[in-house]
Every structure is written in structure tokens, then in C-alpha cells.
T-cell receptor
Framework: KNEVEQSPQNLTAQEGEFITINCSYS?????LHWLQQHPGGGIVSLFM???GKKKHGRLIATINIQEKHSSLHITASHPRDSAVYIC????????????FGKGTKLSVKP | DGGITQSPKYLFRKEGQNVTLSCEQN?????MYWYRQDPGQGLRLIYY???????QKGDIAEGYSVSREKKESFPLTVTSAQKNPTAFYLC????????????FGPGTRLTVT
């Protein structure tokens, strides 16, 4: 069964801390997505990557294809970063549907 | 502004009633998806459509039905056959099938009592 595991499930940090969220998957993929879900429920796509590293502002996403592992880093964390971060993988089926992790709930305290 | 709209944000129904959730996109995307989210679980695919007048079942299609009569619209009907319909429902779209970024709507929280 193709699964996506995220860790930690919950994360509390102080403002300014460097944060890492991890994602592991079981078989080869064509792409991995990092998504952000705010308390209201809407989801925003942060990154889609299939190799290497991408950076957007204070967010950095990396992927190691050989180890089947990706990390999402947040530098200089801020209370507005508080959200659920979701990893999702595309195993390359023609339909493009994703397999989702359960999410990591991040709370950044001022 | 381009995007995906879902309405309403909150929906309440009595058990035994069918209910239809709206999803509209003006991104000119071919592919559209419906996901269900339950507490402590990852999103699960209900139905997807790669093109107008065609759709496929996802992992948890039982008790749901969809239509895709227009490119921009992909409504989801939660029927009385769905045993546990209370959940958060998310619609998404992407340029086409295959590996493309998916854009999500704001979601509809359905409560059935």
C-alpha cells in the first residue's frame, strides 16, 4: 500500500525558531507536494517538487529521492505560520490524484 | 481573480436527505477533484474528472455522485446512502491530469444529524 508518513504530528515552537517537518513515502513518486491548511480549512499549495530543493521566502522544501524523504523548513518562524502542513505525493498515475499525509499541526507562540 | 469557489462554507442537513455541494473554477483547468477530510486523517479522494462529461471513482466513492456537464463546474452530491457524511469536503483542480499543482477551494463543512 502506498503510504505517506509525516512527523511530528504536532509541533509547538517559539517565534523565531527554525522548524522542520518531515515526510516519508513508500515507493517511487513523480512529485511531492507541500500544502498549508489554515484554521478556516482552505488549503494553499506551497511547493511541488520532484528533486532537489525549492525556496520561497522563509520556506524551504527539500527532497531526497533515494531515501524517499522530504523536509519542509521554516526559518525565523512567526505566529502567522501556525497552520497544518500537509505532505502529499503523486505516484505517477495518469489521473494525477494525490496520496496525503495526515498533516503536522504547527503552533508558533509569540 | 482566478480561483476555485465552494459554497456554502457550512451546510447542515437531516439524515436521509441528499445534499449537493457546489464547486466552480475559473482557472480553465481540465481536471477537477473532490476530497474528504476527517479529523486525524489525510485527505481522501472521492471522485475526479479529467475532462467534461467524464469522471472516475476515487478511493471512497460509495454514497457519493458527481457530474461534469461544464468545464468550470463539478458538483458533488452526498446521498442518503453515505453512512457517515459529516466531514469537511474540499474541491481541487489542476491544469490537466498527470503531475500538476492542484489548486484547492475553501472547503464546505457538512454536518448531518
Amino acid at each position: 500500500k502506498n503510504e505517506v508518513e509525516q512527523s511530528p504530528q504536532n509541533l509547538t515552537a517559539q517565534e523565531g525558531e527554525f522548524i522542520t517537518i518531515n515526510c516519508s513515502y513508500s515507493v517511487g513518486i513523480s512529485a511531492l507536494h507541500w500544502l498549508q491548511q489554515h484554521p478556516g480549512g482552505g488549503i494553499v499549495s506551497l511547493f511541488m517538487l520532484s528533486s532537489g530543493k525549492k525556496k520561497h521566502g522563509r520556506l524551504i522544501a527539500t527532497i531526497n529521492i533515494q531515501e524517499k524523504h522530504s523536509s519542509l523548513h521554516i526559518t525565523a518562524s512567526h505566529p502567522r505560520d501556525s497552520a497544518v502542513y500537509i505532505c502529499a505525493v503523486d505516484y505517477g498515475g495518469s489521473q494525477g490524484n494525490l496520496i496525503f499525509g495526515k498533516g503536522t499541526k504547527l503552533s508558533v507562540k509569540p | 481573480d482566478g480561483g476555485i469557489t465552494q459554497s456554502p462554507k457550512y451546510l447542515f442537513r437531516k439524515e436521509g436527505q441528499n445534499v449537493t455541494l457546489s464547486c466552480e473554477q475559473n482557472l480553465n483547468h481540465d481536471a477537477m477533484y473532490w476530497y474528504r477530510q476527517d479529523p486525524g486523517q489525510g485527505l481522501r479522494l472521492i471522485y475526479y474528472s479529467q475532462i467534461v462529461n467524464d469522471f472516475q471513482k476515487g478511493d471512497i466513492a460509495e454514497g457519493y455522485s458527481v457530474s461534469r456537464e461544464k468545464k468550470e463546474s463539478f458538483p458533488l452530491t452526498v446521498t442518503s446512502a453515505q453512512k457517515n457524511p459529516t466531514a469537511f469536503y474540499l474541491c481541487a483542480s489542476s491544469v490537466s491530469d498527470g503531475t500538476y499543482e492542484q489548486y484547492f477551494g475553501p472547503g464546505t463543512r457538512l454536518t448531518v444529524t
